[in-house]
């Protein structure tokens, strides 16, 4: 059992798994308008890292240097904001097991509950609208500013004790090692998940609070 003022879960592989190419598209068009070059995300080991983290690794490894990858940054930003917004009819987002009911069983608790994601901000939301669970969720913590997911972690810790008081207790809930090391970077708690690409054993290794093969096994764990 675990026992927190605050839940804050990562989007992809853990509230939902993209069935498009959206947001892939979106960066891609951003990394050719920008900074001038057909570059993809092949081989990038992205799960657990924010979208600034993915384009910049994306974007070194084709010669550009971080003093211009930063200076033309907004830029690109930009793009991939406006490209999904004009493409949020091509979502085909697949909710992860449980995730309806167990949101609604945090929230019959009266629990702050948020997002904390690598995605840029309207990026995650379109998505959690997409899937159709945007309602559960009055806060969020996103990949616009930050380039670490700690970073991330660490904003969302600030929202929740600034909204609840700083004696506010926070649990994050994720499928990438990336999320267990972050929350324990800022003093939080952590549920891991394997409904990404990192199978059960593997997370487990990380020591998170508690480790379930989806939220299904989730539910009446939380308080």
């Not at 992205?46 to 003093?67: E, F, S, W």
């Not at 069983?105 to 959690?128: P, Q, T």
């Amino acid at each position: 059992m675990l026992k927190a003022d605050a839940y804050f879960f990562d989007i992809d592989g853990t509230l939902l798994v993209s069935r498009d190419l959206v947001h892939w598209n979106a960066m891609h068009r951003a990394m050719l308008e920008v900074y001038g070059l057909d570059a993809n995300l092949d081989g990038i080991p992205y799960h657990g890292k924010t979208d600034v983290a993915i384009l910049r690794m994306a974007l070194n490894r084709r010669g550009i240097p971080d003093p211009l990858f930063y200076e033309k940054l907004p830029q690109a930003l930009a793009v991939v904001r406006s490209d999904v917004s004009a493409n949020v009819k091509g979502f085909r987002p697949h909710v992860c097991p449980a995730i309806p009911k167990v949101l609604a069983e945090i929230r019959s608790f009266y629990k702050l509950i948020g997002v904390a994601s690598g995605n840029l901000e309207s990026v995650g939301w379109n998505k959690l609208s997409a899937a159709g669970i945007r309602d559960f969720f009055t806060c969020g913590s996103f990949g616009d500013e930050f380039e670490l997911r700690t970073e991330i972690f660490d904003h969302a810790v600030s929202a929740a004790k600034s909204e609840l008081g700083q004696s506010a207790s926070v649990c994050f809930v994720g499928d990438t090692p990336d999320d267990i090391q972050a929350a324990r970077k800022v003093n939080a708690q952590v549920v891991a998940v394997a409904t990404g690409i990192f199978p059960l054993a593997e997370l487990a290794t990380f020591n998170p609070d508690l480790c379930c093969r989806s939220c299904d096994e989730v539910m009446g764990r939380l308080q």
